[in-house]
């Protein structure tokens, strides 16, 4: 038996449209504008603590190169 999902439109109708990368937070807390507590960094991505966790340890990894899905990542 399949689970129920939400609607997808319904989910993203709080949702601003894309953002530039000058107004994208993931970017801004890359480039060092925001606050964040830095677990692990290289060449290719940054993780960081995330400031809503689920669970205890909840990270999350960054790539350094802006994506609006995983599809675009390499």
């Given amino acids: ?21 000058d107004e994208c937070v993931f970017c801004r807390l890359l480039a060092g504008e925001l606050e964040a507590s830095v ?8 993780t960081l603590m995330d400031i809503q966790p689920v669970t205890s340890g909840h990270l999350l990894v960054i790539p350094r190169s802006h994506s ?5 990542l390499d």
Avoid at 1 to 21: A, C
Avoid at 39 to 46: A, F, G, H, K, Q
Avoid at 68 to 72: H, I, N, P, T
């Fill in 68 to 72: 609006s899905s995983l599809e675009d």
């Fill in 39 to 46: 677990v692990y960094e290289d060449r290719r991505s940054m």
């Fill in 1 to 21: 038996m399949p689970f129920d999902q939400p609607d997808p439109e319904s989910r993203r109708s709080h949702l601003k449209p894309l953002q530039g990368v």
